[in-house]
C-alpha cells in the first residue's frame, strides 16, 4: 500500500514557497516477534554516512533469562554499537562488519512479569559508509543460543540454535543467513531555496561611490530532509540586469538601478529557487541649514584665535529622494553620508566642521556638498553679521534614556509612520548615569548646542545625591539634585547659565544576606584539611547581598563601601582579597574553636554577622561494629565474636579508623594510604581483609585479639576483640512485606526475605543469609515452607512458585534452625492470564470473594492477554453452576476499544457466550 504527498520549501511564516517534487509513502510493515527473535530494519531509505539503529526483540512466551546473537552486515555498513537496558548485564564484541553480543539479565526474577509482552532485548547502532554506492546493504542476525528463567534452553520458532533470527525490512520477511536488506540512495540535492539579506535596498552607490550588496543564502535540500548551504557549483541570474547583478559566485547581487527583479539561482539535478529584490534608486538631492543668518553671540570669545569674537551655528542636513518605479518614491536624510563631503566657498566667512556651520566674521558664503559619487547638490547660502543677538536662557535637561514608540506594521512599506519619542530623565539605581543636553535659545528664537569644548561647565548642588563626570551626571543618593550650568568664555565674562533638576530615587535596602560560604574549616597544616574523602577547606569565598523590598537583590561582595570587620575573630581566621574576592583563610597555629565577624557598609546602617567554626585533628579512634552493615550497625559496638545459630560460620566485623576533631562528627581515614590497622596478640584468632572497601574481621579460631591504628603519625589506644566457641541465638524473624497480593503467571518465582534479629542484638539480612542465587550463602540458619496449596517454596532460599488461585490467604513461615523464633506473610494468589489465556476475577486479594451470603451479588472481571497485538475478535465460553449461581448481566469491560459485543446468556444453562 503506498501514497504520495507534494513537498513544497519556503521561509517559515511567509507564504512563498517552491514545490520540490513529489513523495511516495509506503505502509509500515509491523511483524510481532510470535515465537522467535525479530530484527526490525528501518523500512525507509538511508543515505551515505547516516547512523541509524535497530531494535531487536524478543517473542512474547519467551521470557529470556540469557541471550547470546551475532551480526553480520555488507561491506557499506559498520556496526558502532550494540546497547541493552539496565535489565541485562552484556559483554559486547565489536569487529567492524561483524559483531556479538552475550547478556544475562541483572535479576532474574524480573523475567517473570515479560512472559506476556514483547521485549526489546538489544539496539544494534550502524553507519553507512561514506562511498556506499546507491542500492541495497544487507544485515544478518543469528541467534546463539536462548534460555529462560530456568536455565532451560529455548528453541525459536522450535528450531535448535543457532538459527537465523527474523529479520523484518522495506523488502519484507526472512529468516536466513543471508538477512535483510536496507536500502541506500544518494542523498542527493532535489530543490534549492534562495534567501536574501534584505529584500528592498537602497542604493547608495551615486552618494558614497561604493557599490551596495546584498548578500544571497543558498540552502539545499536534500532527498534526506536535510538543510545545507550551497556556496559553489551553483549558476545565478537576475530577471533585470539593469536592476541589479550578480557577484561573489552567487552569494551576493549589487544594486544598480532603480526597480523590481527576481534573483534565480540553480544547482545541477535540483529544482531552482528564487527571490524578489526592490531597488530604490536617488533622483534627487539637496541640503540646508537650519539657521542661514549666524549672528554674533555678545561675550563669546575664543581663546585659540586671540580672543576674537564667536558667531551662532547651525546644523548642516541633506536629503535625497528614492525612487524605485513609477508612482514608488519616499525622502530620506543622507546627512550622515555627506557631511564629511560638505565645505565653505570662503572659509574666512564660515566653516563646515562635522556637519555643524560655524560663522568666522561677517560677510556671505556658500556650503556646498559634493557626494564622494561626485554628485553636487545645490549651494547653501549662509550669511554672517556683526549684529548681536543675546542668550535668552541656557536650557538644561538630563537624557537617561530614549525611547521610541511606532505602532504595528501595516504591510505597506511606504505608509507614513507616527513614531512617539520619550525622553526618561529620573534615575533609580545606584551609579546610574544620565548625559546632560545644554541648549541656548537666542533672542532671535534660534539655538544652538553648548558642549564642554565651547566653555560648558556643570556643578552639582547637591553632591549627596549627584556627582558630576564631564558632560554626564550620576546618583549617589536619594533626593531632589539641582544641576548648575554655566556657559563660560575663555576670554571674557559668563555667556549664559542655568539649571536644572534630576530626581534620583534610590530603593533602601532591607535586609543584608551572606551565603556560599563554609562554615567549618580547618586549621591551616591540619590533618583535618587532608584527610578523608571530603577533606575540610581551610579557606572560604562568600558572597554578599542586599535586599531590597521588590524582592531585587544586589551583589555588593567586591563593593569598596563593604566592610569585613574580624577584631571578634579571636585570632582563628583573617579576611583577606584573593583574586579580587574577600576570602577568609584559617590560621597556621593550630588554634580551634568558632568565633565570628561582621559586615558593614559605610553607606547605609545594615550589618551581618557570620560565624565560622575551625577544627584541629585531636586523635584517632578505632571503631568494631557488625557486618555485613544494616541500618544502626555503625551505633552498635562488637567485642565477641559467635558462631550464627546452629551453624558453624562465625559473626563478621566492620573495624574502622577514624580521626577525630576537636569539632564536629570524625572522619572516617580506614582506607587512606597513610592509615595503618595492625593485630597484636594470637595470629590465629581473625583476620583482616578489604571487603567492598571495608575493612573486615573474620573469625579463624577461638581467642583473643587486640586491634591498633595508626594515621600520620597518630595512635589509636588498642580495641580488643575476642572469638568464643559458642552461638548466639535468633531471637526474632523480621519478614520485609510483600504486598497483600502475590499475582502472575503460573509458575512465575518471587523470592521473600526477612531480616534475623540476634540475641546479641546484631541482625543479619536475607540478602546475607540466601544471597540471590539458588543455594543459600549460609545455610542452615532459617527455613521457609507453606502449608497452601496455591504454592510451592524451596525451604532454602525462600523461592515461591505461584501454582494456582486461593480463595483464602496463604502462607509462607520462615524460622531459624532449631530456635524457635519464627514469622510469617500472608497473601492471597491470583493468576494473571499468560499469551493467550483467559483469567476470570480481581487481579488483587481473592480472584472471587468469599464466603457470600445468599442474594448477594458481585462482579466478576474477563481478563485476556494479547500481548502486544490488538485483539480482533473473540468467542468465548464463561461456565457457572447454574444451581448456585444466577448470571444478572454481561457488559463490557473498560478496555474494551469498540465493535460489536454480544452477550447469550444460559443457552443452555449454566453457560455465557461473549
Known amino acids: 500500500e503506498t501514497s504520495s504527498a507534494l513537498v513544497t520549501c519556503g521561509l517559515g511564516g511567509s507564504s512563498a514557497v517552491s514545490t520540490v517534487g513529489t513523495l ?86 524480573s523475567s517473570a512479569g515479560l512472559a506476556a509482552v514483547e521485549e526489546t532485548i538489544c539496539t544494534v547502532a550502524l553507519r553507512v559508509s561514506p562511498n556506499t554506492p546507491t542500492g541495497a546493504e544487507m544485515v544478518a542476525a543469528l541467534i546463539e543460543s536462548l534460555t529462560d528463567t530456568r536455565s532451560q534452553p529455548v528453541r525459536p520458532g522450535g528450531l535448535l540454535t543457532p538459527t537465523p533470527a527474523l529479520v523484518v525490512g522495506r523488502f519484507g520477511s526472512t529468516a536466513t543467513r543471508a ?10 540535492v532535489v530543490a534549492v531555496h534562495v534567501a536574501l539579506a534584505q529584500a528592498d535596498v537602497l542604493n547608495l552607490a551615486p552618494i558614497t561611490n561604493q557599490s551596495i550588496s546584498v548578500s544571497v543564502a543558498t540552502r539545499a535540500l536534500r532527498r534526506s530532509g536535510a538543510f ?83 558667531y551662532q551655528r547651525t546644523p548642516l542636513a541633506a536629503a535625497a529622494t528614492f525612487t524605485a518605479a513609477s508612482g514608488q518614491a519616499f525622502n530620506a536624510s543622507i546627512t550622515s553620508l555627506v557631511r564629511a563631503s560638505a565645505s565653505s566657498s570662503n572659509t574666512t566667512i564660515a566653516t563646515v566642521f562635522n556637519g555643524v556651520v560655524m560663522g568666522r566674521s561677517p560677510g556671505q558664503a556658500s556650503i556646498v556638498v559634493t557626494t564622494p559619487g561626485g554628485i553636487s547638490l545645490p549651494p547653501v547660502p549662509v550669511l554672517v553679521t556683526p549684529q548681536a543677538i543675546a542668550v535668552a536662557r541656557l536650557s538644561v535637561r538630563p537624557v537617561q534614556s530614549i525611547r521610541l514608540n511606532a505602532p504595528a506594521a501595516t504591510g505597506n512599506a511606504l505608509a507614513p509612520v507616527n513614531v512617539t519619542v520619550s525622553v526618561s530623565s529620573n534615575l533609580g539605581a545606584e551609579n546610574q548615569s544620565a548625559y546632560i543636553q545644554a541648549v541656548a535659545y537666542f533672542a532671535d528664537s534660534t539655538y544652538m548646542e553648548v558642549t564642554p569644548a565651547i566653555g560648558l561647565r556643570l556643578t552639582s548642588q547637591a553632591s549627596a545625591v549627584l556627582g558630576v563626570s564631564g558632560q554626564n551626571v550620576f ?23 542655568g539649571s536644572g533638576t534630576v530626581i534620583v530615587a534610590l530603593p533602601v535596602p532591607t535586609a543584608v544576606y551572606v551565603d556560599s560560604y563554609a562554615a567549618l574549616l580547618a586549621a591551616q597544616g591540619d590533618l583535618a584539611s587532608v584527610a578523608g574523602n571530603a577533606p575540610l577547606p581551610t579557606r572560604t569565598s562568600l558572597r554578599v547581598r542586599l535586599a531590597f523590598a521588590n524582592g531585587a537583590m544586589q551583589d555588593v561582595t567586591t563593593d569598596p563601601r563593604t566592610v569585613f570587620d574580624t577584631a571578634n575573630a579571636s585570632g582563628l581566621f583573617a579576611v583577606t582579597t584573593i583574586a579580587g574576592l574577600p576570602t577568609v583563610i584559617t590560621n597556621n ?69 577514624w580521626l577525630a576533631l576537636s569539632q564536629g562528627a570524625p572522619v572516617d581515614v580506614t582506607g587512606d594510604s597513610q592509615t595503618n590497622i595492625a593485630m597484636s596478640g594470637s595470629a590465629t584468632v581473625f583476620s583482616l581483609a578489604n571487603v567492598s572497601s571495608a575493612v573486615v574481621a573474620s573469625a579463624v579460631a577461638p581467642g583473643t585479639a587486640s586491634l591498633t591504628a595508626s594515621y600520620a603519625g597518630l595512635a589509636s589506644a588498642p580495641v580488643t576483640l575476642t572469638v568464643v566457641d559458642e552461638a548466639v541465638g535468633i531471637t526474632e524473624v523480621r519478614p520485609a512485606a510483600m504486598g497483600a497480593t502475590l499475582g502472575g503467571v503460573a509458575g512465575s518465582v518471587t523470592r521473600v526475605h526477612a531480616d534475623i534479629v540476634f540475641a546479641d542484638g546484631t541482625v543479619l539480612s536475607s540478602a546475607s543469609i540466601v544471597g540471590q542465587g539458588a543455594t543459600p550463602l549460609i545455610p542452615g540458619l532459617i527455613v521457609f515452607f507453606s502449608p497452601s496449596s496455591a504454592v510451592s517454596v524451596n525451604s532454602l532460599t525462600g523461592d515461591v512458585t505461584l501454582l494456582r488461585n486461593s480463595a483464602t490467604l496463604a502462607t509462607v513461615v520462615i524460622s531459624s534452625v532449631g530456635a524457635g523464633a519464627s514469622a510469617s506473610l500472608s497473601f ?87
Not at 531552482?272 to 549666524?294: C, K, Y
Not at 485476556?864 to 444478572?888: C, E, H, K, P, R
Open 179 to 188: 538477512g535483510g536488506a536496507i536500502d541506500v540512495q544518494l542523498d542527493a
Open 24 to 109: 511516495t509513502i509506503m505502509a509500515y510493515t509491523y511483524v510481532p516477534a510470535t515465537s522467535s527473535v525479530v530484527v526490525e530494519l528501518p523500512q525507509r531509505s538511508l543515505y551515505p554516512n547516516e547512523t541509524f539503529t535497530i531494535d531487536v526483540r524478543a517473542a512474547a512466551a519467551l521470557p529470556l533469562s540469557t541471550f547470546s546473537l551475532s551480526f553480520n552486515v555488507s561491506a557499506g555498513l559498520s556496526i558502532a554499537a550494540i546497547t541493552t537496558s539496565a535489565q541485562w548485564i552484556a559483554k559486547v564484541s565489536l569487529m567492524g562488519f561483524r559483531a556479538g553480543i552475550s547478556a544475562i539479565r541483572a535479576d532474574p526474577l
Open 589 to 657: 597555629v593550630s588554634a580551634a574553636g568558632t568565633a565570628s565577624f561582621v559586615i558593614r557598609f559605610t553607606h547605609i546602617n545594615l550589618t551581618a554577622v557570620v560565624q565560622l567554626s575551625v577544627v584541629v585533628s585531636t586523635g584517632i579512634t578505632l571503631q568494631i561494629t557488625p557486618y555485613p552493615d544494616y541500618p544502626g550497625s555503625m551505633q552498635q559496638p562488637v567485642a565477641t565474636l559467635r558462631k550464627l545459630g546452629e551453624t558453624q560460620v562465625y559473626q563478621r566485623a566492620r573495624v574502622t579508623a
Open 228 to 310: 545545507e548551504t550551497l556556496q559553489s557549483n551553483l549558476s545565478c541570474v537576475t530577471a533585470n540586469v539593469s536592476v541589479a547583478t550578480m557577484a561573489g559566485s552567487c552569494q551576493a547581487v549589487i544594486a544598480l538601478g532603480a526597480g523590481l527583479t527576481d534573483i534565480t539561482v540553480g544547482y545541477p539535478g535540483a529544482s531552482s529557487g528564487t527571490a524578489s529584490l526592490r531597488v530604490w534608486h536617488p533622483t534627487r538631492m539637496w541640503a540646508w541649514v537650519a539657521d542661514p543668518v549666524l549672528n554674533a553671540v555678545p561675550g563669546w570669545l575664543a581663546a585659540s584665535s586671540g580672543c576674537s569674537q564667536q
Open 828 to 914: 492471597y494468589c491470583n493468576l494473571l492470564p499468560a499469551y493467550a489465556d483467559v483469567d476470570v476475577g480481581g487481579v488483587s486479594g481473592p480472584a472471587i470473594p468469599s464466603p457470600m451470603a445468599t442474594g448477594q451479588r458481585f462482579t466478576v472481571g474477563v481478563y485476556t492477554n494479547t500481548g502486544s497485538m490488538q485483539l480482533g475478535a473473540v468467542d468465548l465460553v464463561f461456565y457457572y453452576n447454574s444451581s448456585q449461581l444466577s448470571l444478572v448481566s454481561a457488559v463490557r469491560g473498560a478496555d474494551w476499544t469498540g465493535g460489536a459485543f454480544i452477550a447469550t446468556k444460559d443457552n443452555p444453562p449454566g453457560e455465557l457466550l461473549l
Open 475 to 497: 546618583a549617589v543618593g536619594s533626593g531632589s539634585g539641582v544641576l548648575a550650568a554655566t556657559w563660560q568664555s575663555a576670554c571674557g565674562p559668563t555667556i549664559a547659565n
